[in-house]
């Protein structure tokens, strides 16, 4: 299965200011033949399911604010809120859909300083 | 997007069956543009994938849990459902069903709408 390693577990970032997540996966999850990256992020706060926010490694779902941005390639992934609100306090998961079984990783929490 | 709906026991002794269903409204399970499986969350494990399966059936399961899970498609009730045999403590979590735009084989894909969750206790 492919390994999916989230960094930090935790952040605390002041509003209005910028949350950077990492998340590296223990194999590549670029398809050659379609130069995609096979890469999901989510968003989970308490007692709700996760929800999808970024696919294909930086296309956002449909209605999620554009401060919320998707990069990087091959392994090495980044999840950036460009000015945290109130709001996005929550869980962040990546998660691989290259190859089967999909897998997710540890997730990482920010909070408001 | 389609709404998703867990139904279940929220308890289950070990060594019986955990079974659940997933109701699917406003959208329909035989859309051949989605997986339609279930997902597991608990403190220890993290989020897990159980399995996942197109509309007629031939499901793809975890490897870890393939020889106890078993997916199963009712089109005319637009239902899914789970049954996990043998279960043990470690099989308690809150459950998801999800659906799952086709990206490729069964057993990938992103989750595009969710379950709101169930959550199972394993306990005697």
């Not at chain 1, 670029?30 to 706060?45: E, F, H, I």
């Not at chain 1, 294909?56 to 209605?63: D, I, N, P, V």
């Not at chain 2, 709101?116 to 206790?121: C, K």
């Amino acid at each position: 299965d492919i390994v999916m390693t989230q960094s930090p577990d935790s952040l605390a970032v002041s509003l209005g200011e910028r949350a950077t997540i990492n998340c590296k996966s223990s194999q590549n999850v670029l398809y050659s033949v379609d130069q995609k990256n096979y890469l999901a992020w989510y968003q989970q706060k308490p007692g709700q399911p996760p929800k999808l926010i970024i696919y294909w490694a930086s296309t956002r779902e449909s209605g999620v604010p554009d401060r919320f941005s998707g990069s990087g390639s091959g392994t090495d992934f980044t999840l950036t809120i460009s000015s945290l609100q109130a709001e996005d306090v929550a869980l962040y998961y990546c998660q691989q859909y290259y190859s089967p079984p999909l897998t997710f990783g540890g997730g990482t929490k920010v909070e408001v300083k | 997007q389609p709404q998703l709906q867990e139904s279940g026991p929220g308890l289950v002794k070990p060594s019986e069956t955990l079974s659940l269903i997933c109701t699917v409204s406003d959208d329909s399970i035989s859309n051949s543009a989605y997986f339609w499986g279930w997902i597991r969350q608990s403190p220890g494990k993290g989020l897990e994938l159980i399995g996942n399966t197109y509309y007629y059936g031939d499901a793809y399961y975890n490897p870890p849990l393939r020889s106890r899970a078993t997916i199963s498609v009712d089109t005319a009730k637009n239902q899914f459902s789970l049954r996990l045999t043998s279960v043990t403590a470690a099989d308690t979590a809150v459950y998801y069903c999800a659906r799952t735009p086709v990206t490729g084989d069964r057993g990938r894909g992103y989750v595009d709408s969710w379950g709101q969750g169930t959550l199972v206790a394993v306990s005697s």
